[in-house]
């Protein structure tokens, strides 16, 4: 593992340790460091603008956890969004920064800047397109220039997706040209929901979405070529018969993700990209019907700032429950878990992609706990941890990346493996 020092105390710091995903970071990072090669070798502090909050959180994780030690041997850093002074000193003191502070369209950028000015390398569980790419474009060379690593977006989104993508493509023998993703989550009695904060970054991100064509143009990119027969995307909502309910689009930010890896992995290692279409499950027809009511208020009211500001007041009421201010409780975090099943074809070994039909097909399943909190949290963690066991098999010595792109030749996917997110080849339905 990379060494800490005097003067950088702390392999990882939790940055918004507060926030309802922070405290469940706060959790998994003392269960690994408590489960790590000689115990407690994994030195990590907390950090965030209220320190009365912070000594509650390492109080509760104390007591959830059963380790008093929490209270008392784990550091409290103070620092503030809009004080970048602040931001300066947390990130001289750590070598990995867990972001859980968002929307991140509103307080991400000076984290990003903090930790590329003073040398820790950054990781987040942002689903946002806009700031993911933007990032990208902003910073990449400022980050390699300062040997610091971004890489946004690994949580549930999008690690699962862009590592699933990963995954089929090496176990696939031949060349993978496309894949159909479909998402479902499963919950118990009480249902499921989300945090405030999600919904919040939703629905700026929506009323934003056209700001992302302009943005990719600056990246001045060619087209990313299209291996294999061209595959056609399916309509705005269809019952799939893969996973036995009525599909839409995914609307989160992992087709982004994927393809900036796909386009990375051509530029940088040659592969061949893959097509990507990524969809989700509603279930039945009076959810299809809930849904288009609900959607088609929420794409209205997102275009108004009195629309904006009430979908962000009255976010149970606007979601049907799926979105509230005070989070999932426990019991809904138990009781609910994900799959996102990968469909895909190419070409089988020895046959040439560009003629005929693709003739090979590969069915994968990713599956996990609770996605928003559990399996976020647990790839967060995984990744500040592969980052800094394997800084060696990361791409150059720094610039901003996608979780594919900065840790496929890394162990990332084994060390999910062995926690909540498990990655299968299935029969192909
Ligand atoms: N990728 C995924 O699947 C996934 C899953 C879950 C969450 N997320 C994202 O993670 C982010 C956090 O979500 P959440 O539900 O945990 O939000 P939250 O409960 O509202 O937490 C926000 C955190 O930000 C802190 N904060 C706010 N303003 C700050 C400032 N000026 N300086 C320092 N800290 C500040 C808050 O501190 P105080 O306690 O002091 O207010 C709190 O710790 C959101 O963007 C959400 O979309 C992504």
């Known amino acids: 593992m990379a060494s800490v020092t005097s003067s950088r105390p702390y392999h990882i710091i939790i940055f918004g340790a507060t926030g309802f995903t922070g405290q469940f970071v706060v959790e998994e990072v003392a269960r690994c460091a408590a489960e790590s090669p000689g115990g407690g070798s994994l030195k990590w502090a907390v950090a965030g603008r209220s320190r009365q909050r912070l000594e509650e959180v390492l109080k509760q994780a104390a007591g959830r956890l059963s380790m008093p030690e929490l209270r008392t041997d784990i ?9 970048e002074e602040s931001l300066a000193i947390m990130c001289q003191q750590g070598l990995v920064i867990l972001n859980c502070v968002g929307p991140y369209r509103f307080y991400g950028e000076p984290v990003v800047k903090a930790c590329i000015a003073n040398g820790a390398h950054y990781i987040d569980i942002c689903g946002e397109p806009q700031f993911l790419e933007r990032m990208q474009l902003e910073y990449h060379t400022k980050a ?7 890489i946004g977006s690994c949580g549930f989104d999008s690690i699962p997706a862009d590592l699933g993508i990963l995954y089929t493509q090496r176990q696939f023998k031949g060349t993978l040209t496309a894949v159909e993703s479909f998402l479902k989550i499963s919950s118990g009695s009480e249902g499921m929901s989300g945090h405030d904060a ?23 990119h060619k087209p990313l070529p299209v291996v294999g027969a061209k595959v056609k995307k399916r309509g705005f909502m269809f019952f799939s018969k893969e996973i036995g309910q009525y599909a839409i689009p995914f609307m989160g930010s992992d087709p982004s993700v994927v393809k900036r890896t796909q386009r990375f992995l051509h530029e940088e290692e040659q592969q061949s990209p893959v097509q990507y279409s990524a969809y989700v499950g509603v279930g039945g027809l009076f959810s299809v019907v809930k849904l288009l009511c609900g959607g088609l208020l929420f794409w209205f009211m997102v275009k108004f700032s009195l629309g904006r500001k009430l979908l962000t007041m009255f976010p149970s009421f606007f979601s049907f429950g799926l979105f509230t201010k005070s989070g999932p409780t426990m019991k809904q975090i138990e009781d609910t878990c994900f799959s996102l099943t990968f469909f895909g074809e190419g070409y089988s070994e020895g046959t040439d992609p560009t003629q005929g039909q693709p003739n090979a097909k590969i069915c994968t399943q990713v599956i996990g706990a609770e ?11 995984q990744a500040a941890i592969t980052l800094l066991n394997e800084l060696h098999s990361l791409p150059r010595r720094g610039g901003v990346y996608t979780p594919g792109a900065a840790f496929h030749k890394t162990s990332l996917i084994d060390h999910l493996h062995n926690h909540s997110i498990k990655f299968s080849v299935r029969n192909y339905q």
């Not at 550091?75 to 004080?83: K, L, P, T």
Request: a positive charge; zero cysteines.
């Open 75 to 83: 550091e409290i850093i103070v620092a503030d969004v809009s004080i």
């Open 144 to 150: 390699l220039d300062r040997g610091v690593y971004v």
């Open 198 to 220: 999600t919904w919040q970054s939703a629905v700026y991100g929506f009323a934003d979405s056209g700001s992302l064509r302009q943005l990719r143009k600056k990246f001045g």
């Open 371 to 381: 996605p928003g909190y559990v399996a976020t949290v647990s790839a967060m963690v």
